[in-house]
Nanobody, 122 residues
Framework: QVQLVESGGGLAQAGGSLRLSCAAS????????MGWFRQAPGKEREFVAA????????YYAQSVKGRFTISRDNTNNMMYLEMNSLNSEDTGVYYC???????????????WGQGTQVTVSS
């Protein structure tokens, strides 16, 4: 069992930055993929970024490529999402997730955090 807790959300101005953190507890295997998803009001949950718990591979949604950076700290079981050049379309609840494949399909992720709100004002 893996527990995930997000933090770092808040209010940012357009063009600004925020850094999200995901604290993971429990047994995280090297073949796990960890990802970030977001959900705006009235919209479906969408993939943002993912990485493999071991190795260098990272994956990004086209809408955030070049602006967001996903990273991890295996020693402390932490994952991060550095978000730059924020715009209003980045507003939503951001979720940390864990699963066995780097897929954009949220149904394939087994573990989820409770989410953290990100609001970007224009």
């Amino acid at each position: 069992q893996v527990q995930l807790v997000e933090s770092g959300g808040g209010l940012a101005q357009a063009g600004g930055s925020l850094r999200l953190s995901c604290a993971a507890s429990g047994r995280i295997f090297n073949n796990y993929f960890m990802g970030w998803f977001r959900q705006a009001p009235g919209k479906e949950r969408e993939f943002v970024a993912a990485l493999k718990w071991s190795g260098e591979a990272t994956y990004y949604a086209q809408s955030v490529k070049g602006r967001f950076t996903i990273s991890r700290d295996n020693t402390n079981n932490m994952m991060y999402l550095e978000m730059n050049s924020l715009n209003s379309e980045d507003t939503g609840v951001y979720y940390c997730a864990g699963g066995l494949s780097a897929t954009m399909d949220p149904s394939q992720y087994r573990y989820w955090g409770q989410g953290t709100q990100v609001t970007v004002s224009s």
